[in-house]
């Protein structure tokens, strides 16, 4: 006989509590004999997006392996060093026909191999985010989380700017900005009304009958709405399954989008953190910023005057490459935080980041001549102990950033022979066993 | 597609056939090849695939026209490389004219690949506004749109549809639907405030019931007005059952929340400010009461704290007595007066004295209450008794009524069929046949099951059997009056009438939720989210079911648009928003795809006020002043004046520039030429215009003003500035791709960036450092046509003020000079400069129109009616309607390609 768990709800009190709480042991369904059963923990994955590339002489490290020394732009990540991988020297093509910025990001984590040109001269096939939500996000409320800290709502880039998570072919993710927005889809009320099952049925119903004229492209974009429907009906009966299990959400409410930089990117952390822990989701995409946005933009503590990121990395004087390395070392520090953040968060006998993959990077190297190769990643988590940790690998020659999301997409238990132009898994990042 | 593409292979077989054909790419490859082939794009541009034909037609047309305007201007190849002789260019120049003119017309009249649209952002909200009646900005929470095709959110093409969307169409359906009450009498009504729930009948009921007792209230106050008022107060409370329960409010510690229970704990319910006024009343300091109350209300303060029921009823019925005597001694009393299903009106103690008194009949549905203040009148049965004048009177429901003047009797009467339209008295029937039998907490509107009938004994069961007939019989018609109504409203939110199955579908969602208990209201409600989540709702394209779909005529691969998608289109075209019930009657008798309907009407649309729908998306996401409200740019220190407001009535100016642009027929060239603009005070005191006052946009002629048209519009020209400084980078290329439609390339690698502020560390000001820029030969190519432009708009500070020197006194210089050795200085220069440009202006103009009305970006077929449109406008004075009309007219806009399940 398998008892009741407590509501996880019951012990959780406000974000900075509810973060450092153990997981409690009564959590995990207990064994009639009275053992504990042993937890099933979900691997998380979160990929961080900053654009532009990262100026190279301050961000890659000396030596590999596990004495690799702390680089300016990779000091903030000084007290989480052993859990932070620095991968150097990935590659990636560009496919001549589009913006070389715009495909930097929308086709950092795309499984089209560059020659797949399937969107209007883009490769943007199934990103890698939306393949592991196939894989683990079945059974949670949102299969997966997008979010974005670019709050301009100028309508001067496409979305291929916008998102860097692909659901197919021209079927890009929405990315939501608000942070408040954000916490009222992961917290807030399930849409409530039990008749909304049976008006979404009438709705599908009434989709499926007009599919009948439409044809190619139509049908298709139809069915990103048949989609929809059917994912908000399943979203509507989990959300209804967790929502039974809290009398309050799990943190305050925020108010919106802070005003200060640093705040911003922060409560996007924490809501993926808590997103993580409460097992709402378990992939996420954070676009810091998207390529090229030429609207100057506020570092707060950073500097006191608003700086355009990407013309700065075209920019030769020598004030502009110390004004990149500090945006740089700007968003490592933030990334650090989150590290931080799941690393304090215990799991059972480990931390929320044993379970995780945490990623950072950027679809170019050199941004200012917009290099694909030589990418920099940040790895930061063991996905349930299957990655190594702490260690720099510099990959020689041509090794396809591809292979990494190979190797991560293998931690979830999916098994693909390739994806993009790689063939072949990062085997130096995995643990032996 | 065949038809088209047959004939481009044709075309590219006669072309590799003929041997000077080959010239071109020769020449190509040897002059552009370096920077333009297949392995380095520069500028995103294959010259020699292109000449090669080795690239779709749409993308070879697009290259071939970057191509043709750059080495027509000398621009390409640049100075710096091998010269392209004289003789090779123009025959270049001539094969290219030649090849895209071939392209363009193999394609002539396609309507091109119109990918089904989803609404955007604004064109939800117009839809809502129009179908309600309401402005209730309806879908804010959406996420926001991108821009396509020709730089328009409406390209069905480039939009996503995501599980977010969908949260977010739910949630905007629930707010719309909190403004609506429908009933089966009166329909759907929308009110601007949101609405209480009244999610089962009898909330629905009482919910009327309070507005006819409101009705009767506001009734009274004309009566008596300039009687004796303090009475009227104080006597129209005056009943046993109010001091009884004002003395239980006050042992529940006067507690507001329990003034509703206490008022539904008698047989007819009381009025619970009622209960509150008269504990008020009695329990404050009795010297402000009339004198012949004042003992009424010390004796009901001093009735002990512990009564017990009974007692108290008792007590109360002697005070209220003593009361009614004062009070027919005085003047008279007051009385409760009902009315019945016949519309009678019932003395309400007579009613008690009924045998089939049945209290929760009464209160809810049988009966009206109504409380009838006593006046000077006679008595409804007896005339005047002329001998007593001093003789109390007292004025019936029915005299308050006849004496209400008509208009507010008409309401009186709406809202009386309005009870007996949802008082399903079968219903409340069933309700009470099963209360008494066995089932305590039986729930209005729900049937016994088998299971429950089968408890019942055989007489029992034939006893029902009437009462379940008439039940039914009664939910039949309900729902076929939500059936109608709901026809009607969503042929006008799908923009096409409902095929039946749709219809039952709709209808099966209000008999599930009728089933369990729900009101009318709440039942059709639920019909009503599938109509706002539908996709014949969210799709802008109007998605017909096959029932519709016409006999297609043999191998023709373009179909004309059917009357109710050419609606659509020509709604969503002209207004941004769903088509008026006089387009969908003449979709429904299909004329309008004859021509002159169709003239006519597009005529009716652009001098109707939705047209600033089109003002906003069309004009507003071109130039950019849509959505400039929210615009940041500015830095707040530097500019503390570009104030929320002031960004709101910038974006304004543009709107209301560019509907006055449609609606009054005005000429395309005056977007740069017009020497009027649109403005209030706030705005106008920005620009230095005098005299306009308010807060309302007013035209304003700005002759002798550096403002009027688009290029002194403060949207522009902030929304082209940096934060700290002006960018004549900006506004140049503003002017280029925008208003000249040129196309510019990305600006290459390794650029040296301008300063932040006015001037840099070297104290060289932006227009210095522009100079030292263009010195490079490399950055010449484009900044020599970029920067004079902008230039001659430095007197415009970066919040669009006017301004005579820079911020450290010296004056600025608004000089350019141009590649053709002409100078330009200030604003009027450059609008002359524009002005002689007006063709170029033009077919801008013709060609952003064009994008937006079909959603797509433009295909090389489409550049023969671009021409044709030129020609026309420009021999009519260019204007704006003829334009539009044009595009209306053309087989683009009234066919589409047929997808391969209509061939």
Known sequence: ?433 | MMRFLLTIAAIACIATNDLTANEPLEIVVRYCGDCHGPDYQEAELDAVSAVRGALPSHVEFASLELMKSAIAIQRMPPSESETLPPDQRARLLAWMDERMRAIAESQADDPGPVVIARLTKAEYANAVRDLTGLRLDAGRQLPEDGGAGEGFANVGEAQSLTLEHLEKYLQASREIQSHLRVSPASGMQWSSSPLRSVAKPQEARQEVLDRITHWYGNQEVHLVEGRDRALRDHYGLSHGLYLEAAYRWQKLGRDPEALPRLANDYAVPLIPASIAKWHFTFASDTADLPEELQAVAKEWRSWPADLSDEELRSRAKKLDKSCDQLASAKKGGAKQFFRDRNRRVVDGNDLHKKTHFNAERIALSDFTRVDVRYLNGPWPDQPEPEDKPDRPYFLTAAMVREAAPPEDRAELETLLDELVAIAQPAAQDVASFRRTHGHADSVEGVLPTSDELKLWDEATRQAFEPIRTAAEAENAKLAQIARQQMAAFARRAWRRPLVDRELDRLVALFTDARQTGASYDAAFKAALHAVFVSPAFLYRTVLMPEDFAKQAEEGSETRPLDSYELASRLSFFLWASIPDDELLALAETDQLRELEVLLAQTRRMIRDERVRGMAREFGGQWLGFAGFKDFTGPDTERFPEFTPSLAEAMEQEGIAFFEDLVRNDRPVTALVTANWTFANAELANHYGLPGITGTDMQRVMTDGTPRGGVLGMGAVLARSSEPLRTSPVHRGVWVLEQILGEHLPPPPANVQPLSDDEVNPAGESIVEQLAKHRAQAHCAVCHDRIDPLGLTLENFDPVGRWRESDRFGEPIEAHAALKSGQTLTGTADLRDHLAQQDDVIVRQFCRKMLGYALGRGLQPGDSLLIQSMQKRLKEEDQRVSLAVEMIVMSPQFRERRRTHAER
């Open chain 1, 1 to 433: 006989m398998v008892q009741k768990p407590i509501p996880r709800r019951t012990v959780l009190r406000g974000l900075g509590a509810a973060l450092g709480l153990p997981l409690l042991e009564a959590m995990f369904p207990r064994t009639s004999l009275g053992g504990l059963a042993e937890p099933v923990v979900p691997t998380r994955y979160a990929f961080v997006y900053t654009p532009n590339g990262y100026w190279q002489p301050t961000f890659v490290p000396q030596g590999v392996g596990k004495d690799w020394e702390l680089t300016p732009t990779l000091e903030p990540l000084a007290d989480v060093r052993q859990h932070v991988s620095v991968l150097t020297g990935l590659d990636r093509q560009f496919t001549p026909g589009t913006g070389v910025h715009a495909q930097a990001g929308a086709c950092w984590l795309t499984s089209s191999p560059p020659d797949e040109t399937l969107d209007g001269g883009f490769p943007t096939n199934i990103t890698a985010d939306q393949i592991l939500a196939r894989q683990i996000g079945r059974d949670t409320v949102l299969p997966s989380l997008e979010l974005s800290c670019n709050d301009h709502t100028d309508q001067k880039e496409t979305r291929y700017f916008e998102s860097v998570s692909w659901y197919g072919p021209g079927y890009a993710a929405t990315t939501e900005k608000n942070p408040r927005t954000v916490f009222r889809r992961l917290f807030g009320e399930p849409n409530g009304d039990p008749a909304v099952s049976s008006v979404l049925d009438a709705v599908l119903e009434d989709a499926s009958d007009l599919r009948g004229r439409l044809g190619g492209v139509d049908r298709v974009k139809l069915d990103e709405f048949l989609e929809s429907v059917r994912s908000t009906e399943k979203r509507i009966q989990r959300a209804e399954d967790l929502a039974r299990r809290w009398k309050e959400p799990p943190m305050a409410e925020p108010a919106g989008i802070p005003r200060e930089r640093g705040d911003y990117l922060r409560v996007m952390g924490q809501l993926i953190a808590m997103a993580f822990q409460l097992d709402v989701t378990r992939v996420a995409t954070l676009v810091v910023d998207p390529e090229r946005w030429d609207s100057p933009r506020m570092y707060h503590g950073v500097f006191d005057k608003p700086q355009n990121h990407h013309v700065l990395t075209h920019t030769k004087e020598e004030g502009a490459r110390d004004k990149l390395a500090l945006i740089d070392r700007f968003h490592v520090a933030q990334y650090a935080e989150l590290v931080r953040l799941l690393a304090s968060s215990q799991e059972g006998s480990q931390s929320l980041l044993d379970h995780s993959a945490v990623v950072m990077g950027s679809g170019m190297s050199d941004g200012n001549r917009h290099n694909y190769g030589d990418l920099n990643v940040l790895l930061a988590g063991s996905a349930g102990g299957k990655l190594k940790s702490g260690e720099h690998h510099h990959f020689d020659g041509d090794v396809p950033l591809g292979s990494l999301w190979l190797t991560l997409l293998k931690t979830a238990g999916v098994e693909r022979q390739s994806f993009a132009d790689s063939h072949g898994n990062l085997s130096s990042l995995m643990t032996s066993s």
